[in-house]
């Protein structure tokens, strides 16, 4: 018969355990999504701030089709901020149009500026077509003045999660069968609806400013669906093995998975779907066994899959969902659970307040969800055929 030599954790250690390290290590198969998110302390009354990256390369785009043919010509971009006169930058190649050189000789504006061929004419590049920072066009001995991307401040507002209840003291002062505490066990099922509370807001969250007009003080923070950009969400269309590797080949292109290093949070469908991809070049077979799907390799980043039984509450059950996310950038968290702590009694997770023939106990913590550069994270959702 086998031993179990691991870390057993009993009703009455969880009433001594801190809401922090609940939130991370207790009940993994029922909550694995909040034990990805690194704590870090919220600051602020209602909102929490934090610094992003600025997104990969200076870049811009064509904001309508140049002209051509002449050595000069004013063109209009979508945003001037991050250039210089001086500059060179580079027309990417489009269509039959090839890639160009060209070095920047006016900034008129925050959106007009005029470029001029470092030899010959100018290309009739099309809208749209992306501008990237190459280099200088100097004199030995010169240099141009580089504007410098300030990191983009995002913010979140902070949530009220919390669990209430109250509990008779006869009630609280039993014995189970096991002789384990009543109040142990009732304190257990507390944590469990607050750990839920806390999985649907960080995932599914709606922000709501407690300071806004006509929300009268109710405040709630936004979740990961909502803080990732609409542009890195993919939810229309069909699921299957070429889709989904594009779409991981999109977002590596924004700067997502450093390291080649991702983590799939996903829906039962998912799973199922997962199973069916087989690594042959003939696309998509059973594969032979069911054996655990820890692991995944798509477009040569090494994903961790995480089952969440949440995500089957939220989206449809004929569709595949996939939070594809990045879970650390240049040497830091890119996922966070920004938290004000509320823990009292010696460590407990909860306040109690003692009246004559009950107990008031409150599971509770501000908190709220960051996400970090969002450019790197993605969402995609798939309808099985």
């Known amino acids: 018969m086998a031993v179990y030599t691991g870390s057993y954790i009993s009703d009455q250690d969880i009433v001594r355990l801190s809401t922090d390290r609940l939130v991370r290590i207790w009940a993994y198969d029922e909550f694995p999504w909040l034990s990805i998110l ?8 209602i909102k929490h701030v934090w610094m992003n990256t600025p997104e990969g390369l200076v870049q811009t785009q064509l904001n309508g089709a140049m002209t051509g043919g002449g050595a000069t010509e004013a063109i209009v971009v979508d945003s001037t901020e991050n250039f210089a006169v001086g500059n060179v930058v580079v027309f990417q190649a489009k269509g039959a149009i090839a890639a160009q050189l060209v070095r920047v000789t006016v900034k008129t504006d ?30 030995y001995g010169e240099s ?24 008779a003291i006869n009630v609280a002062k039993a014995r189970l069968l096991n002789d384990e505490s009543a109040e142990a066990e009732l304190t257990r099922e507390a944590i469990a ?37 609409s542009a890195n969400q993919s939810t229309s269309g069909s699921w299957g093995k070429a889709n989904f590797r ?31 991809l087989d690594d042959s070049n003939t696309g998509i077979s059973w594969r032979d066994t069911d054996r655990p799907l820890d692991e995944l390799v798509i477009r040569g980043v090494r994903f961790r899959v995480v089952e969440e039984p949440a995500m089957n509450n939220y989206f449809l059950s004929n569709v595949t969902a996939i939070f594809a996310l990045s879970p650390k950038g240049k040497g830091r968290p890119l996922l966070g659970l920004g938290r004000i ?18 107990y008031r106990l409150q599971v509770a913590e501000f908190a709220t969800m960051e996400l970090r550069d969002p450019y790197r994270h993605g969402l995609f959702v798939g309808t099985v055929s």
Request: neutral net charge; charged residues 20%; without cysteine.
């Open 38 to 45: 690194q704590p870090t302390d919220a600051t602020g009354d």
């Open 110 to 139: 925050a959106t007009h500026m005029t470029v001029a061929a470092m030899t010959g004419n100018l290309l009739a590049h099309p809208d749209d077509t992306p501008i990237t920072l190459v280099g200088d066009y100097v004199k």
């Open 144 to 167: 141009v003045d580089q504007p410098l991307r300030l990191p983009s401040r995002n913010d979140n507002f902070i949530e009220q999660v919390s669990v209430t209840a109250e509990i």
């Open 193 to 229: 609806e607050f750990k839920q509370k806390l999985t649907m807001a960080t995932l599914f969250g709606k922000q709501v400013d407690p300071a806004g007009s006509g929300t009268e003080g109710y405040g709630r923070m936004d979740g990961v669906i909502n803080l990732i950009p």
């Open 246 to 276: 594009g779409f991981v080949n999109d977002l590596k292109k924004r700067g997502g998975f450093p390291g080649n290093k991702g983590i799939l949070v996903v829906n039962a469908e998912a799973v199922n779907q997962l199973y069916k």
């Open 341 to 358: 702590s509320t823990d009292s009694a010696n460590g407990k997770p909860r306040q109690v307040l003692k009246e004559a023939v009950k």
